[in-house]
C-alpha cells in the first residue's frame, strides 16, 4: 500500500494498492520533490469517473508505467471533489495550453509546483492518434534530465501568465440589461431545434443556462424573446426527460450525453446534478409546466433520498459509471442500467414487452449505436429511452392515456425489482457540503411548492446534519468534507454561497427566523475570508489556506454554478429580508467585478445573469395570514413562491412567530388583519399592501402583474 492508504477520499483509496507510489497532496509530497530534484506528476480524477478507471487500469496498476513514474517523478494523486482549487488551477492550464480539458487530468509540474507540461485521458501506448502514457513520460523525463533550467523558467513564466490572466475581469460599469441580451441570442444560436440541448455532441445538462432562460422569459413575458426562450428551455427540459440520459427505471441523470440525442449517456450520477435539475425542473413547473414536470422532481428527489441518502446523515456524492455486469465479468460502464431483449423476456410478459419494446426503442439486437461504444461494451445491450410519446402508443394499441400510464408503471416497477437484484454502482460516501447543501435547496423548494412535508423534513434534517458534522463554533470555521469523521480540508467560496442560499431557502419554507441568522452568519463569513477588495468578486479559497502557486476566482457557471453567482441572488434574497443598506450595495460590486466578463462572454456566467434580471424587477412582500396547517393557506403558499424572483419576501404570519431580524418592519407585517372566513395574502411595496386576496390563482396573476 503507497501513502493514500490513510486517505477518507475513495477516489485516493482507490489508487492506494497502485504499484505507482502516490502521496497526496500536500508538504511530504513537496518537500520530496525539492529534494531529490525530481518534477511532480499530479494526477486529478474523481471517485466515479469512467476514464479515470480507463487510466488506472491501463497505467496506474501496471508495473512498467509505476517503475518510470516511481524512478523519475514525484506522483501525487488529487480528488477534484476533495481539492476544487487545485484542480480549478491546473485545468485552467491544461485548458489555456492544449484547447480542452477534463478527468483524468495529468500535469507535470516543477518542485515548486508550477505546470509545464499538461494533457488529460492519456493510452498507456501509442493509439487512435494519441501520444502514449510511456511515451509522454520517456520524453519529459528525457528532457527534465537535460533542459531541467528551461522547463523550470517555462512553469515560472507559465504561472506568471496564469497568475495575471486568473485574477478575472477587472471592475467596471456593468450594462447588465445588454449582456442579458446578448447571452439569450448566443443560446439561442447555440440551440438544438431538433434535440434540444446546445451545441453538437457530447451533450450536459448546464441547469445555469436553463435556470437563465426560464427567468430571462418571466422577465421578458409577452414579448417574442420571452416565448422563445421558454421554448428553448422547456424543449430541452423535455428532450433529457425522454432521453437514456434519465434513469427511465429508478430516477435521476446521468452526467452527460455522448450524442446529440440525449440517449447514450456516460452512466455516472452525481449529486450536484439531481440537485441543480430538481429546481430547474420545479422552476419549469412555477412557469406552468405542469404535471411533467413535477413527476420529474419528485423522481428525482426519491432517488436522492432513497440511493444517495447515508444512515448518518447527508447525502453520498455520487454513483459510479460502471458496475459489475449481471452475466460475470469485470465492471463495466453502464452494465446496472443496460438490458439484453433476453434479459427483459425474462422479466416481462409477452404483452408487457411489446409496449416496452415500443416505449423504449428496445430491440432484439440492441439500441446503442456502435460510435456511442468505443470499447464495444454495450453490444448487444439496450438503453431506455422515450422512442416516442406514450400517447401516441396508447392511441395504436387502443389504450386511454391512465391504462397507458399504469401499464408503463407497472413494467418499470417489475425492472426495478429485477435490476435490485443486480450490483449496484459503486457509491462516492464522502459528503461535500456545498453539494449537500444544493440537495437540501432542491428539497425546501419542493417542499413549498408541492407541499410535500418529507422533503421539507429531509431539508431540515440534512442542514442540522452540516452544521453539527462541518462547522465548528468555537473558531467559526466550516470544513468541505465529512466521511468517517470530518475532513481537514476548510470549505471553499461555493460552499458558503450554496450553504447560505440552502439557509435562506430553509426559512422561505419553514419561516424559522434561526435559519435566516445562520445565513448572515455565514454570508459575513464567506465576505471576511473570500472578499477581493480590489475587484469586488470572491476568490475561491482563502490565500492563507491555498498550496496553489497562483489564486483564483472561479468565473464560470460550469457543473456548479460560480459562487459570485449564487451570492448574487442570496444578497437579493438578504435585500427584501433585511433593512441593511449594505446588502444592495455588496450586489451592485458583484455585477460590477463581473462587467468584462458579462460584456465580452455572457454565457459564462448566466446564473449571475438571472441575479441581474432579478435585481430589476420591483421588489415584492407576500404576507400570508392564515393558520400554516389550513390547506387553504398552503394553497396562498404555494401560489406565492411559484413567482421566479428572488426579489420578493415571503412570510407566512400566525399566532406566536416572530421575525426579529426585519427589524422595525416586523409590527408592520404582524399587524396585518386576518380575517374570519379564511387565510388572506397581502401584496406589499414600500409599506403599502393590496387589499387581502383569498384566491390562490388571483395572487399568482397579482403577483405577474407586479414583476
Known amino acids: 500500500m503507497n501513502q493514500l492508504a490513510a486517505a477518507k477520499s475513495p477516489y485516493l483509496r482507490q489508487h492506494a494498492g497502485n504499484p505507482v507510489d502516490w502521496y497526496p497532496w500536500g508538504s511530504e509530497a513537496f518537500a520530496k520533490a525539492k529534494a531529490e530534484g525530481k518534477p511532480i506528476f499530479l494526477s486529478i480524477g474523481y ?10 487500469h491501463e497505467s496506474f496498476e501496471d508495473p512498467e508505467v509505476a517503475e518510470r513514474l516511481n524512478r523519475a517523478f514525484v506522483p501525487i494523486k488529487v480528488d477534484r471533489e476533495e481539492r476544487p ?3 480549478q488551477a491546473y485545468m485552467a492550464f491544461v485548458q489555456a495550453t492544449t484547447g480542452q480539458g477534463g478527468w483524468p487530468m495529468s500535469v507535470w509540474l516543477t518542485p515548486d509546483r508550477k505546470p509545464f507540461y499538461g494533457g488529460t485521458y492519456f493510452p498507456k501506448n501509442d493509439r487512435w492518434g494519441l501520444l502514449g502514457f510511456l511515451s509522454v513520460l520517456d520524453q519529459i523525463s528525457e528532457l527534465w534530465s537535460r533542459h531541467r533550467e528551461d522547463l523550470v523558467l517555462r512553469g515560472e513564466e507559465i504561472a506568471g501568465r496564469l497568475r495575471e490572466a486568473l485574477v478575472g475581469s477587472r471592475p467596471g460599469l456593468a450594462d447588465g440589461g445588454r449582456a442579458a441580451e446578448h447571452a439569450f441570442e448566443e443560446f439561442s444560436r447555440a440551440f438544438d431545434p431538433e434535440w434540444g440541448g446546445f451545441g453538437p455532441k457530447p451533450k450536459f445538462p448546464r441547469p445555469s443556462a436553463l435556470h437563465f432562460l426560464l427567468r430571462y422569459a418571466a422577465t421578458n413575458r409577452g414579448r417574442p424573446q420571452g416565448e422563445r426562450a421558454l421554448s428553448i428551455a422547456r424543449q430541452t427540459l423535455e428532450a433529457m426527460a425522454r432521453g437514456g440520459i434519465r434513469d427511465q427505471i429508478g430516477g435521476g441523470f ?5 450524442d446529440r440525442f440525449w440517449r447514450v449517456p456516460h452512466f455516472e450520477k452525481m449529486l450536484y446534478d439531481q440537485a441543480q435539475l430538481a429546481c ?15 413527476s420529474i422532481v419528485r423522481e428525482i428527489l426519491d432517488y436522492l433520498m432513497r440511493d444517495l441518502a447515508l444512515a448518518g446523515g447527508g447525502f453520498a456524492s455520487a454513483e459510479d459509471a460502471d458496475s459489475l455486469p449481471p452475466e460475470g465479468g469485470p465492471a463495466r460502464e453502464g452494465a446496472f442500467y443496460l438490458w439484453t431483449h433476453r434479459e427483459l423476456e425474462e422479466v416481462l410478459e409477452p404483452e408487457e414487452l411489446a409496449f416496452a419494446a415500443q416505449l423504449w426503442g428496445v430491440r432484439p439486437e440492441g439500441n446503442i449505436p456502435a460510435d456511442a461504444d468505443p470499447h464495444q461494451e454495450f453490444a448487444g445491450k439496450n438503453i431506455l429511452f422515450e422512442n416516442e410519446p406514450i400517447e401516441k402508443i396508447a392511441e395504436r394499441r387502443g389504450l386511454s392515456p391512465a391504462e397507458a400510464e399504469r401499464t408503463r ?5 417489475k425492472l426495478a425489482r429485477a435490476r435490485s437484484r443486480r450490483t ?36 431540515e434534517r440534512t442542514m442540522e446534519f452540516l452544521l453539527s458534522a462541518l462547522f465548528e463554533p468555537a473558531t467559526g470555521k466550516l470544513f468541505r468534507l465529512y466521511r468517517e469523521g470530518r475532513g481537514e480540508v476548510e470549505a471553499f467560496a461555493g460552499d458558503y454561497a450554496m450553504l447560505v442560499q440552502a439557509l435562506l431557502d430553509l426559512f422561505e419554507v419553514a419561516q424559522e427566523a434561526g435559519w435566516v441568522e445562520k445565513a448572515v452568519f455565514f454570508q459575513d463569513r464567506m465576505e471576511a475570508r473570500f472578499h477581493d477588495p480590489e475587484s469586488g468578486a470572491y476568490w475561491t479559497s482563502g490565500e492563507e489556506a491555498s498550496s496553489v502557486p497562483f489564486q483564483m476566482r472561479e468565473e464560470y457557471d460550469g457543473a456548479e454554478p460560480a459562487a459570485i453567482s449564487i451570492a448574487a441572488a442570496n444578497l ?10 449594505r446588502w444592495p450595495g455588496r450586489l451592485e460590486a458583484l455585477f460590477r467585478a463581473e462587467a468584462d466578463r458579462l460584456d465580452q462572454g455572457p454565457t459564462a456566467l448566466p446564473q449571475l445573469l438571472a441575479a441581474y434580471l432579478d435585481s430589476i424587477r420591483p421588489g415584492v412582500s407576500v404576507a400570508i395570514v392564515g393558520a400554516r396547517a389550513d390547506p387553504r393557506t398552503q394553497a396562498l403558499g404555494m401560489a406565492a413562491a411559484r413567482s421566479l424572483s428572488w426579489r420578493k419576501l415571503l412570510l407566512w404570519i400566525e399566532p406566536g412567530r416572530r421575525f426579529p431580524f426585519l427589524g422595525e418592519q416586523e409590527a408592520f407585517y404582524l399587524s396585518l388583519p386576518s380575517r374570519e372566513e379564511g387565510p388572506v395574502a397581502y401584496l406589499c411595496q414600500s409599506f403599502a399592501c393590496s387589499e387581502p386576496v383569498s384566491d390562490p390563482e388571483t395572487l399568482r396573476e397579482r403577483l405577474r402583474t407586479a414583476s
Not at 471517485?47 to 488506472?56: D, E, I, L, P, R
Not at 446521468?254 to 455522448?258: E, G, K, M, P
Not at 408503471?409 to 416497477?413: C, G, I, N
Open 85 to 87: 482549487d487545485v484542480d
Open 424 to 459: 449496484r454502482p459503486a457509491k462516492d460516501d464522502k459528503i461535500v457540503l456545498g453539494w449537500n447543501a444544493l440537495a437540501v435547496s432542491a428539497l425546501a423548494r419542493a417542499g413549498l411548492l408541492l407541499g410535500e412535508e418529507r422533503y421539507r423534513e429531509a431539508a
Open 280 to 294: 430547474v425542473y420545479l422552476e419549469s413547473f412555477c412557469c406552468d409546466g405542469g404535471a411533467r414536470c413535477e
Open 572 to 581: 437579493l434574497r438578504f435585500a427584501a429580508l433585511l433593512p441593511e443598506e
Open 409 to 413: 408503471s407497472a413494467v418499470a416497477a
Open 47 to 56: 471517485a466515479t469517473c469512467h476514464w479515470c478507471h480507463v487510466m488506472a
Open 254 to 258: 446521468h452526467r452527460y450525453s455522448v
